[in-house]
């Protein structure tokens, strides 16, 4: 494609005489950018031709690009705290302010940390994809997919609020995002019609997962939230915060979206709830669901739902909404033990070992063998047999076991690690064992291994 003639408005079109022939932008409406951002056509990393600013906030500009390597629109994101930072003019360098060095740092650590988890969650057609994460400028970008539709609060604006009948199919999505995110031990805390995408009339993809945290890890997390759809915990940095912080959140928007009006914010109902009930604002909603948001946007955690699947069960009883199609691996396994699989025809006990190949990262080309009986663990920790350095990004102190039984089957157990381990291509579930088969691969941030 000649960039030359690209509109950088809508980056499908091209530029005759002076204008779009897909947008009919000017070239010169199509130049606009903020001051703060990096002008259009600037190359970044030598594959993302930047087109307009889509998005302007407090911590980051988002632009829409043209992949010049893959041939594709995508998104790219640039941490940028507009408080605490400013951009040199000649060579577009990102300088904190005097005395903002170290709140830059952590805040590039965190920046990197969202797309390492977005990252983790590409297999996921509920997640958007991120596809790379580079440093320039002195600061951080990621690019990832772009999504063709609106999100949930420009539809309201446009065309009002909805009726369950098409509410219900968004939230189905929702739900199951929600569903793998905390499988993770990580909660999303930024739920609202702003960050729920609609990409079709039935399909939905949660975004923005800077706020993203494990709330497993002992540390108190900090008070980022959103007013109104924020539940009273998250306003405390010892606040117990948990998957019923997103079920408030995800109520609280059905809420927002049924009725067209909003629920006063949840410190002001702790003091005294003023919030009236759906069921009365909403008078032809089936009467399970008004009580499933009810319940979901209850002011004191422990009265909501704990989980999302018990929230999925009120919404949608009898519905098996998390039972994915997915096949992970091939083989059975079982929880607390390791799997006895049997004697495949002509092997005898103790006769054949199992291979792997480092096939791309830290270990690339190295080979490993497991012998009968015996196990291999990976991750950071000096007692891990395949240790990591300390500062790999992504990968858990324990991050996943193989075992080799007596009969040469090899098995893998992810050990609760933070951002996943995948069989070929597809998440595994912490804590179980999955059968291998030669030709399987097994990922994990970055890292791939071949089983031979």
């Given at each position: ?10 980056l499908t079109g091209t530029v005759r005489n002076g204008t779009c022939t897909y947008c009919h932008k000017s070239v010169n409406e199509a130049s606009k950018q903020p001051a703060n951002a990096l002008p259009v056509r600037y190359m970044l990393g ?319 080309g190295r080979r490993i063998g497991i012998s009968p009986g015996d196990s291999v663990s990976f991750g950071r920790d000096r007692q891990c047999s395949v240790n990591y350095p300390v500062d790999s990004p992504g990968i858990s102190r324990r991050q ?47 890292e791939n291994y071949y089983v031979e």
């Amino acid at each position: 494609m000649d960039l030359q003639y690209l509109c950088t408005n809508c980056l499908t079109g091209t530029v005759r005489n002076g204008t779009c022939t897909y947008c009919h932008k000017s070239v010169n409406e199509a130049s606009k950018q903020p001051a703060n951002a990096l002008p259009v056509r600037y190359m970044l990393g030598s594959q993302y031709y930047l087109g307009k600013v889509i998005g302007n906030g407090g911590f980051g500009i988002t632009y829409l690009a043209w992949d010049c390597i893959e041939q594709r629109r995508v998104i790219v994101k640039e941490l940028y705290p507009r408080q605490d930072v400013q951009r040199d003019p000649a060579s577009k360098m990102v300088v904190p302010l005097k005395g903002q060095e170290d709140y830059f740092r952590k805040l590039k650590h965190r920046f990197k940390e969202e797309a390492q988890i977005l990252y983790s969650f590409r297999h996921e057609p509920s997640v958007m994809n991120v596809y790379r994460l580079m440093e320039d400028n002195n600061t951080v970008y990621y690019s990832m997919e772009y999504l063709s539709g609106f999100d949930l609060k420009t539809y309201m604006e446009q065309q009002g609020k909805l009726g369950w009948p098409q509410l219900s199919g968004y939230i189905r999505k929702i739900l199951y995002t929600l569903h793998i995110l905390h499988g993770q031990n990580l909660i999303h805390r930024d739920i609202s019609p702003d960050n729920i995408f609609l990409t079709s009339v039935t399909d939905a993809k949660l975004i923005d997962f800077g706020s993203v945290r494990n709330y497993n890890s002992g540390q108190g997390l900090t008070t980022i939230l959103k007013q109104v759809y924020a539940p009273v915990e998250q306003y405390f940095t010892n606040g117990d915060q948990g998957p019923w912080t997103d079920i408030y959140a995800l109520s609280v928007t059905m809420y927002h979206a049924l009725s067209g009006s909003r629920p006063p914010r949840a410190t002001d109902r702790a003091v005294r709830d003023g919030a009236i009930q759906i069921g009365r604002l909403c008078p032809e909603l089936p009467e399970h669901v008004a009580r499933a948001i009810t319940r979901g946007m209850e002011v004191r955690a422990e009265n909501r739902f704990q989980s999302v699947e018990e929230m999925a069960e009120a919404l949608f009883p009898g519905e098996k909404l998390f039972v994915s199609e997915k096949q992970y691996v091939t083989g059975r396994h079982r929880e607390e033990e390791k799997p006895d699989e049997g004697a495949p025809a002509g092997n005898e006990p103790g006769t054949h070992s199992c291979t792997i190949r480092c096939t791309a990262g830290v270990f690339s080309g190295r080979r490993i063998g497991i012998s009968p009986g015996d196990s291999v663990s990976f991750g950071r920790d000096r007692q891990c047999s395949v240790n990591y350095p300390v500062d790999s990004p992504g990968i858990s102190r324990r991050q996943f076991c193989l075992w080799c039984d007596q009969y040469g089957n090899l098995f893998i157990q992810d050990e609760n690690s933070t951002y996943g381990t995948l069989v070929s291509g597809y998440r595994i579930e912490p804590g179980k064992w999955y059968k291998l088969e030669r030709g399987n691969t097994i990922g994990f941030a970055g890292e791939n291994y071949y089983v031979e």
